[in-house]
């Protein structure tokens, strides 16, 4: 029954892909086999459809064995998914595909440990990619230019590096996002992130943004206008956009004296207090991230409300706050046995099925084109919010390992007591010494 | 006199059951604060008050129950820890007890040598000879195994032979020597003299043998990899609390720090005696 | 001073005193120390000198089965019937020869470069395939296996010869070889160290020293964020990473973080050991106190604190330590209960860096004292009960039996102790990184915050930035620091100086 049902599913998402992407796939329709040998050089292997390709790409690879890496609560739904995938291919014999849990964030420090014991199929966060390049243990993806037309471009601009696409987008939802309680905060309110605090300061409850860790504190430099862009040539020194010194201490002095003003209200805690705050009813808002949702749901229950991130008052306008927005990949151990087959079940998982039935059943964000405009997707105000905030966000991608600690520093340094938010020569020596220790100049 | 004498002291023996009293409080109430939350019904993480407003078993009945739903199987966890803590107890054992009673009882030329070189060995900040060990490991197909970190938590136990080597020290000489003159060899001498009187110090390094992988989350991590199954329970624990699991399991790690605390309290409060026995002999000359 | 002017002294003179002639004494033991190593140095060329020199004489004055056996281990025992003892020195050549050609040589022929086949992709079928190049750190892994081996060895190699031209003297004189039996019994007897040893002392030498060898040995090559395994290959450069944690030039972080981070490091051990030591006795003084009842109960208190496994406690701590977190609800329900009406939020781990390690010290006392009370409590157990009798009749006051009897009893008792917990807090990581992660941050370090001691910062250096070659400097000299101390004091400290007092 399975089986029946994957076929038809395949079917179906053959005719889908042909209206997604306006002849951007291969129009060959499956099965014959003779077009094997072809393979672009640029776009790579050839594909069937949506989340198929041709038996013959897995050339002499049988008696496949194969491991995956997914996170703990998507490892039953890829078990199925697995199921349908090897319905799909009825040639090939598959000894064994075994998912293992796995989170998606340390997943490239594990692959990095001892690729050959690691999973051949992996999801990962996006911040692990250059990572992953730089060791040389990931396979690029072998079916380009397929991947590229389906998903939308910023996932894959992502995931390119030196001009060659190394790894399938999975999501396009790894990042954080304004949470509240809408009984404390209302939609408009959230909208800024004064009425936000005076809405908490009202109702006696406090506001959780983890300034201390890099992945959120960021959002600080951001938003005052430091950008980063890439790495530079060799691959490890974090390069920043020119930015307007004069205006980013500006938005800096203007985030702290916010924070003094409402402190008691404003709290720099660890994200895994968030959920907790809303149930015990002592949080009105937060900053969580999308991996959070769940539980800060069933916390909130019908009162939970989620938008991008606020804007900050600095000198009469208001300004977006801009975050660190990710996405997850599916990426191909490039130690592989079987390197074909590890390509092939990457393209199925991250393919426009498997996308639509993660968004159906964990809520995670699509980076497919097509399953982004389904119903799922755009009538979830948490999608919706997640969606926005991209748009104002910096990607997740090309990060320096010496980044975190610094940025998490200017967070601690802008909240910190014996901070003086009039002090302007403070925050312009914090910000140079930020973005030389991310550099490791000296 | 006599009669303010005995006053001051009752005053003076006041004062300290009250400090101790005190003190007593501050050093249990993690420990109790860890056990009434691991009762707790409602909320995820922590809250902000000290009693919990409902109380459960859940968190234990989950603990034990979640295996086949998830990656977290604390049963399975339990065990692991228990077979691993149980073997290299015994290995770790025999070879403190070995290696100090050759330092204490045998005359050889490079004794004084390889004491030294045994006392610093051990000073060495080892996070980066991990990924050495998991690849000497793997070389021999061990990675990935119990038996590795049975290997890992028993092969250094020899360089921590002061203790026990000061134990022996303080057992009289005379004793051997009556021995030899009966025609002993030094193996008779060791196993059929020396050990029967170890009593305190063989349950010293039993007691400090056993908790060790109970306690470790690094170097074990390393070696299992992704093999969930065969976490200990630090690991297991210490993932519990990972931005992936902490909103849904953080309950479940308190009950499962409880249960982890359980063995080890019992044990102690069980060898207690002959710890301070070991510890002070072996302290004395150490 | 005579000893009867000795005798005169009060207590705390005497301990003064003594402290003193401990501290006089310090630049000689140093001085002592390093003598000693260089004597060792010297000792141990002269050594492979005359080695040499036997090895040659040994050749010339053997006959041909002791000269084969330069070749060809266990041929002079086997011919002069000492066959098991032949059979394995043969048994280890061959597996020597099988381990190099099979394993060995692939990786000790790269030991100079570190290998030099770049990683590479290939396209087959369309299907990208990385064809993996030389890894330099199973090179340089495997390589020092294969030296180590190689050393044991020729170890054994020259044992080989040493019994061949052994066995060919005593049959010259008309001796027969002892027999197997004989030589068994002799393991459990004569040569019982070398039985009792020799599993420690494998596990130790592939599990502890190989790997240590390996850390040093990084400590010499580039290994890090941008010269990682199996990608990309290090190699060695010398000193380098030295040289950047000594930069002092202003402005250079790793050298101002290195240095700033010894001077915290050493004063964490040094109020970490002392507060423990100092409370736990008078804690274990109180408990054994004549008089007080229930010492069992009091002693296990303190035990469940660290029935705990630790890193669980500690979490637990930093929770409560947050601004929401336990201690500052009971602090806040105190003063209300006093009519404040304020809620107290105090940042103990993330404000300033004296608060920050104030609190550190204070939780470490809380997780140390159990240890240092059980042992305490032993110790003051065993204090010959006829020195207080003696003190009671020559009427002195508790104070005074205390000052004279108890005080100077323990400080010479646990010395040896206090020294093995200074290096143990030295290398203290878990009560730092579970409990601060090193906090509060601050943008004057590379890499570190405000209570991060070395270990902690070499564990973010290899964990999450990956400069192996740095992280594995900075051990080597925490290394160095600690191994000095404890070589010194120990072999100065009474206890191994009077090891047969009661022999």
């Keep these: ?442 | 006199m006599i009669k303010s004498y005995k006053f001051r002291r009752r005053i003076a023996n006041f004062f300290i059951y009250l400090l101790l009293a005190i003190l007593g409080i501050i050093w249990v109430s993690p420990f109790v604060y860890l056990v009434m939350h691991s009762f707790r019904a409602e909320s995820m993480t922590t809250v902000p008050y000290l009693i919990p407003h409902e109380w459960t078993f859940d968190n234990y009945i989950k603990l034990f129950t979640s295996a086949g739903s998830s990656s977290i199987n604390f049963p399975r966890w339990f065990i692991n820890t228990f077979v691993v803590a149980i073997f290299s107890c015994i290995i770790s054992t025999i070879s403190v007890l070995a290696v100090s009673y050759t330092f204490s009882r045998l005359r050889f030329g490079a004794r004084k040598k390889l004491m030294n070189v045994a006392m610093i060995l051990g000073m060495f900040p080892g996070f980066m000879t991990m990924i050495a060990i998991y690849y000497l490991l793997k070389a021999m197909g061990l990675n990935q195994n119990l038996i590795a970190l049975v290997i890992c938590y028993s092969s250094g136990a020899g360089l921590g032979f002061q203790i026990s080597k000061g134990f022996f020290d303080t057992i009289p000489r005379a004793l051997d020597e009556a021995a030899t003159i009966d025609g002993a060899t030094r193996n008779q001498i060791f196993w059929k003299i020396i050990l029967p009187m170890s009593k305190p110090i063989v349950v010293y390094t039993v007691l400090t043998s056993f908790i060790g992988p109970w306690c470790d989350f690094i170097l074990a991590k390393i070696i299992m990899g992704d093999k969930r199954e065969l976490y200990t329970v630090a690991i297991g624990l210490q993932s519990m609390v990972s931005a992936e699991f902490i909103n849904e399991y953080y309950k479940q790690f308190l009950a499962g720090s409880v249960m982890v605390a359980i063995p080890i309290t019992t044990l102690f409060l069980i060898m207690q005696r002959y710890y301070v026995e070991g510890v002070t002999a072996g302290g004395v000359k150490g | 001073m005579t000893f009867v002017e000795y005798k005169m002294l009060n207590p705390f003179q005497r301990f003064a005193y003594n402290f003193k002639k401990v501290l006089k004494s310090i630049p000689k033991s140093v001085g002592r120390f390093f003598v000693g190593i260089g004597k060792a140095i010297v000792k141990f060329f002269t050594g492979i000198g005359k080695g040499f020199k036997n090895y040659g004489t040994t050749f010339a004055k053997g006959d041909w089965a002791t000269k084969l056996s330069y070749l060809i281990f266990g041929v002079g025992d086997l011919h002069k019937g000492k066959y098991y003892k032949g059979i394995l020195f043969f048994i280890t050549e061959v597996l020597y020869i099988l381990y190099i050609t099979l394993f060995g040589w692939q990786y000790i022929s790269k030991f100079g470069t570190l290998g030099t086949v770049q990683t590479s992709m290939q396209k087959v079928n369309g299907i990208p395939k990385q064809v993996f190049g030389d890894n330099s750190m199973l090179i340089l892994l495997y390589s020092v296996l294969t030296i180590v081996i190689t050393v044991v060895v020729f170890a054994i190699y020259i044992a080989n010869i040493k019994d061949a031209y052994k066995h060919q003297v005593m049959r010259e004189n008309g001796e027969k070889p002892t027999s197997l039996r004989h030589d068994v019994k002799e393991f459990l007897d004569g040569k019982y160290h070398i039985t009792l040893l020799s599993f420690p002392v494998l596990m130790i030498a592939v599990f502890n020293i190989l790997p240590l060898i390996f850390m040093i040995l990084i400590a010499f090559t580039n290994y890090d964020k941008q010269h990682m395994p199996p990608g990309t290959l290090f190699t060695w450069v010398g000193m380098d990473n030295f040289g950047s944690l000594f930069n002092l030039v202003e402005g250079a972080k790793k050298g101002k973080t290195f240095i700033e981070l010894t001077g915290w490091t050493l004063l964490w051990a040094v109020l970490a050991t002392f507060t423990n030591y100092i409370l736990g006795m008078i804690v274990a003084l109180m408990i054994n106190k004549k008089g007080i009842k229930f010492k069992g109960l009091w002693r296990t208190l303190f035990v469940i604190a660290i029935a705990v496994p630790q890193f669980v406690s500690l979490l637990l701590m930093n929770q409560m330590l947050q601004v929401n977190g336990a201690i500052n609800v009971l602090l806040t329900d105190i003063s209300h209960l006093f009519g404040g009406t304020e809620t107290i939020e105090i940042q103990f781990l993330n404000s300033t860096t004296f608060m920050a390690r104030a609190t550190v010290v204070i939780v470490n006392i809380w997780v140390g004292i159990p240890y240092t009370i059980l042992s305490m409590s032993g110790i003051l157990m065993n204090i010959p009960e006829d020195l207080y009798e003696s003190a009671r009749i020559d009427g002195a006051t508790p104070v005074k039996t205390f000052t004279a009897i108890t005080l100077p009893y323990m400080i010479f008792v646990t010395t040896p102790q206090l020294i093995t917990t200074f290096v143990g807090n030295i290398n203290n990581f878990n009560v730092i990184y579970l409990l601060t992660g090193g906090g509060p941050t601050t943008q004057d370090y590379y890499q570190a915050g405000r209570t991060d001691i070395l270990v902690t910062w070499l564990f973010k250096l290899s964990m999450d930035t990956q400069d192996y070659g740095l992280a594995a400097a900075i051990g080597i000299l925490v290394f160095i620091v600690c191994a000095t101390i404890s070589l010194i004091v120990y072999n100065n400290s009474k206890s191994m100086k009077d090891e047969e007092a009661f022999s």
């Design chain 1, 1 to 442: 029954m399975k089986k029946i049902l994957a076929i038809l599913l395949a079917g179906m998402m053959t005719a889908t892909v042909f209206a997604g992407c306006g002849g951007g796939g291969n129009t060959e329709s499956g099965g014959s086999g003779s077009d094997t040998q072809s393979s672009s050089d640029d776009g790579g292997a050839e594909v069937k459809d949506a989340n198929l390709v041709d038996v013959s790409v897995f050339g002499d690879e049988d008696n496949i064995s194969l491991k995956v890496w997914a996170p703990d609560k998507a490892v039953s739904l890829v078990k199925e998914q697995i199921e349908a995938f090897k319905a799909a291919y009825p040639e090939k014999t598959f000894t064994k595909i075994e998912v293992v849990a796995q989170g998606e964030g340390d997943a490239g420090t594990q692959l990095m440990n001892d690729a050959s014991t690691a999973a051949d199929v992996f999801s990962f966060a996006s911040d692990q990619l250059n990572k992953l390049v730089d060791a040389k243990v990931i396979a690029p993806v072998a079916f380009a230019k397929a991947v590229t037309d389906m998903n939308s471009e910023a996932c894959v601009t992502a995931g390119t590096l030196q001009d060659t696409l190394y790894a399938y987008p999975e999501t396009n939802d790894n990042g954080y996002y304004l949470v509240y309680d809408k009984t404390v905060v209302s939609d408009e309110q959230a909208g800024k992130l004064e009425d936000v605090l005076a809405a908490c300061k009202e109702a006696g409850k406090k506001f959780i943004f983890n300034c201390g860790n890099g992945f959120y504190g960021c959002t600080f430099a951001f938003t005052a206008g430091v950008k980063i862009d890439g790495l530079e040539e060799d691959g490890v020194t974090q390069k920043f956009t020119d930015y307007d010194e004069a205006e980013a201490v500006k938005t800096l002095q203007a985030f702290s004296k916010l924070m003094h003003e409402y402190k008691g209200t404003f709290t720099s805690l660890d994200n895994a207090q968030v959920a907790s705050g809303f149930s015990t009813g002592t949080l009105g808002a937060g900053v969580d991230g999308s991996w959070n949702t769940n539980a800060d749901q069933d916390a909130l229950k019908d009162n939970f409300g989620a938008a991008k991130l606020p804007t900050i008052n600095v000198d009469g306008t208001d300004k977006q706050l801009i975050s660190l927005f990710g996405y997850k990949y599916i990426g191909v151990n490039a130690a592989s046995q079987f390197p074909a087959a590890a390509q092939v079940l990457a393209y199925y998982l991250a393919g426009e099925t498997c996308q639509q039935q993660r968004a159906e059943k964990l809520g995670w964000g699509p980076s497919n084109k097509n399953v982004q405009g389904m119903d799922v997707v755009t009538k979830s105000a948490v999608q919706q919010a997640i969606k926005q905030q991209s748009e104002n966000a910096c990607v997740q991608v090309n990060i320096a390992p010496t980044f975190w600690d610094p940025m998490g520093n200017l967070g601690n340094k802008l909240v910190a007591d014996d901070t003086d938010p009039d002090d302007a020569a403070y925050f312009s020596k914090l910000l140079k010494d930020t973005v030389a220790n991310v550099r490791d100049e000296g």
